[in-house]
């Protein structure tokens, strides 16, 4: 299974990116699709998740709710993560995972199988 972020950058407070995660590889017909985040020396935290092909989503995060929206394109196997009003705060490297099984979408970050290698996302004041 191949995970690949894309989409990340410099935007300023306030601003908007698009990160896009594109999956190869999945055999299972139930999987989730999660977004993660790490900064700087912080642990890595869940940011949102949606079940493939429900589209069931989940937020974990209280700080990125009406701010962040997901969703997928299960013809692609493919999910997004739409930030809006981004604020210093989410500056971080952003991953994207996959999660076999049709649990729902809240799991913890050791239910997660496969992984991107990240990007990297940075708001500026």
């Known amino acids: 299974v191949q995970v690949v972020e894309s989409g990340g950058g410099l935007v300023q407070a306030g601003g908007s990116l698009r990160l896009s995660c594109a999956t190869s590889g999945v055999t299972f017909d139930d999987y989730c699709i999660g977004w993660f985040r790490q900064a700087p020396g912080k642990e890595r935290e869940g940011v949102s998740s949606?079940?493939?092909?429900?589209?069931?989503?989940?937020y974990y995060q209280d700080s990125v709710k009406g701010r962040f929206t997901i969703s997928s394109d299960n013809a692609k196997n493919a999910a997004y993560l739409q930030m809006n009003s981004l604020k210093p705060e989410d500056t971080a490297v952003y991953y994207c995972?996959?999660?076999?099984?049709?649990?729902?979408?809240?799991?913890?970050?050791?239910?997660?199988?496969?992984w991107g290698q990240g990007i990297q996302v940075t708001v500026s004041p």
């Open positions: 995972a996959v999660s076999l099984g049709e649990d729902p979408p809240d799991r913890v970050i050791d239910e997660y199988d496969y």
């Open positions: 949606i079940t493939i092909p429900d589209g069931s989503t989940y």
